[in-house]
């Protein structure tokens, strides 16, 4: 029994680790630039067909904290980005504005109910 505690524990202490800000999950959104994405404003909502260098640094800038970060932050403050999201013209943005390919793990974990 006691082998099992310790084993139990030790799984515990590990998932610890790998779960971003420990077992709370707490992210500070006020250092998640989730609003950045605002210069991407006319692009993602259809009204330009490319985007601008403003929204494609806005873009990058989600690449400097972990994907679940921005996605834990956008579902919690929708009201970050001014428009609805357009998923399809968001993960184009990855091409358009020559990304890495973790800007996909951001795209893969934003809500399902944005355009």
Do not use: H
């Not at 030790?10 to 959104?29: N, Q």
């Not at 991407?40 to 806005?58: A, D, Q, R």
């Not at 400097?64 to 998923?87: E, T």
């Amino acid at each position: 029994m006691a082998k099992i505690m310790i084993a139990s524990f030790s799984v515990l202490m590990i998932l610890m680790c790998l779960v971003p800000g420990g077992i709370s999950g707490e992210v500070d959104c006020n250092k998640v630039p989730v609003g950045n994405i605002t210069e991407c404003g006319p692009f993602i909502t259809g009204l330009s067909e490319k985007p601008s260098p403003k929204c494609c640094e806005g873009a990058q800038s989600w690449l400097s904290v972990p994907a679940i970060d921005i996605c834990i932050c956008y579902k919690g403050f929708p009201n970050l980005v001014p428009f609805q999201l357009n998923l399809t013209r968001v993960a184009s943005l990855q091409c358009q504005c020559g990304l890495s390919p973790g800007f996909a793990d951001i795209v893969f974990c934003l809500p399902r109910n944005v355009l």
